[in-house]
C-alpha cells in the first residue's frame, strides 16, 4: 500500500545519520513510485517531488542530526497540502432550512451517504430530512426509507411522482412545516456522466438553490473519480466532495489527486458500509494516517462522542477500585459498540497500519456483541456484580446461563475468557496510571 511505501522510503532514510542530497533523492525517487502506482495523477505527483525537493533544500535538512525526522515532516505537510490544506467545513444557512444535494455516479455511495450525513448532523443536534431525488428505480427510494426508519430521520416521497425537481422542491414548505432545519437531496445516477443526467441536476439546483452541492465519488475508481469529478464541476458546479469507500483496497490516489485537479476540496470521507462510517475530512490528520503516523485527534474525538461524562466517570472509578465485575465489562463493551467499527479506530493508532488484517479479525460484529450482551443478562444480579469469575464455575450455573441466552456453553466459557483477560488488563492499566505514555512519535 501507499503507506507501507512511504515507510519503507523513511526508513532508509532513519537508518543514517545525516543525509547526503543523494540520499533524500533515492527516497524521493521511492516515493515518487509508490504515488503513481497509487493513481495518483501524474502531475500531482510530479509537482509534488518537486516541491519537496525544494523545501529540503532551503531547510537545508542535509548536513543536520535530525534529517529524516525534517523530512518525513516536510513530506507530511505537503501531503496535507495536497489533500487541501486546511479542513472544508459544510456550509450551514442561518435561514434554516439548509439544503444540501448529493449528486455522483451509480454506485458511488450516493443513498448510503444521505442517511450517513444525517445521522452525523443530527448527533450534532440538528433535525435533518432526506429527500428520495431518485424516483427512477423505486429500490431507490425505499432503500433510502429503510435507512431513514433505522435512524429515526424521516424520508419525504411523493408516491408515484417521477418528478425530483418537483419533489425537491416540495419537500422544502414539508421541511419547514416539520420543523427540519436541513433538507437532504438524494439523487439520482447513471453509469457515465451524461447530459440527461446533468440536465436533470441542474433544474434541481436551478429551482431549489442548494446551500451545499457535494459530489460524492468512490475511492476504489481512482483516477476515474477524478474524471467525473471535474466533469461534474464544469457541467453542475460544486462545492465539495464525498469520498467514499476509503476503507476498502483503495490507492489512495483520487484522495491524492482531486483537490489539486479540480479546486474542490474533499469535505468527509466514507470508511464504512455502516451508517457510523462517515468522518469530517481533516487533510492533516489523513496525511499522518497515510504515513502512519497515527491520527490521535481522530482517535479522541470518537472517543469523546461515544462516552458520555458519566460513564467515563465510572469506568475511572472502576480503575480505581480494582475490582471489575461482569457489569463493567458489559458497559464496557457498550463503549466500544458505540465508538463503532474497533477496527477502523485501531488503525488510527500510530504504527499499527501494518496489523490492520489481524485486527479486523478480532473485530467485534453486531452479532458477537449481542451474544456477549445476551450471556451477561442472563446473570442473576449477584453473578453480574461479581468480580471474581471463579463464581460462574459450576457446569449448572454455565448451562442455565446458555439456556437463558440462546447460546452454548462453549460461549459462555468465551465470555469467562474474555472476561478474565479484559480484567487483566484493567489490573494493568491501574499500575500504569500515573506513568507517561509517549504517543505520538516525534517529529
Ligand atoms: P448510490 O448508487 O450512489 O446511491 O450508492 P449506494 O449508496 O446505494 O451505495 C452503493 C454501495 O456502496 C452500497 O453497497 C454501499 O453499502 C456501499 N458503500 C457506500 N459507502 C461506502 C463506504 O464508505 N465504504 C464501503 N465499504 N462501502 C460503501
Ligand atoms: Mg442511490
Known sequence: SLSERFQ?????????GKLSEEDVNEALKEMRRALLEADVNFNVTKDFIKKIKEKAVGEEVFSTLNAAQTVIKIVRDELADLLGGTQSRITISSRPPTIIMLVGLQGAGKTTTAAKLAKMLKSQGKNPLLVA????RPAAI?????????????????EGSKDPVQISQNSIPFALSHLK?????????????????MDELVRIKATVHPHEIMLVVDAMTGQDAVTAASAFDQALGIDGIIMTKLDGDARG????????????????????????GLEEFHPDRYASRILDLGDVETIIEKAQA?????????MKKTMKSGSFTFDDFLSQLNMVKKMGNMSS????IPGVGKYKKEIDKINMDGKEFKHLEAIIQSMTTKERSSSNPKMLIKDSRKRRIAKGSGTRVQDVNRLIKQFTEMQKMMKMAKKQQGKKRGFMPRL
Open 133 to 136: 431525488g431518485d424516483v427512477y
Open 253 to 276: 490516489g483520487a484522495a491524492l489527486s482531486i483537490k489539486a485537479v479540480t479546486g474542490k476540496p474533499i469535505k468527509f470521507i466514507g470508511v464504512s458500509e455502516k451508517l457510523d
Open 8 to 16: 519503507l522510503a523513511f526508513k532508509k532514510l532513519r537508518g543514517k
Open 345 to 348: 479506530l485501531v488503525g488510527l
Open 181 to 197: 432545519d436541513i433538507i437532504i437531496v438524494d439523487t439520482a445516477g447513471r453509469l457515465h456522466v451524461n447530459e440527461t443526467l
Open 306 to 314: 461515544a462516552f458520555d461524562e458519566e460513564s467515563m466517570e465510572e
Open 142 to 158: 425505499s432503500q433510502l426509507q429503510v435507512l431513514g426508519e433505522q435512524l429515526d430521520i424521516p424520508v419525504y416521497t411523493e
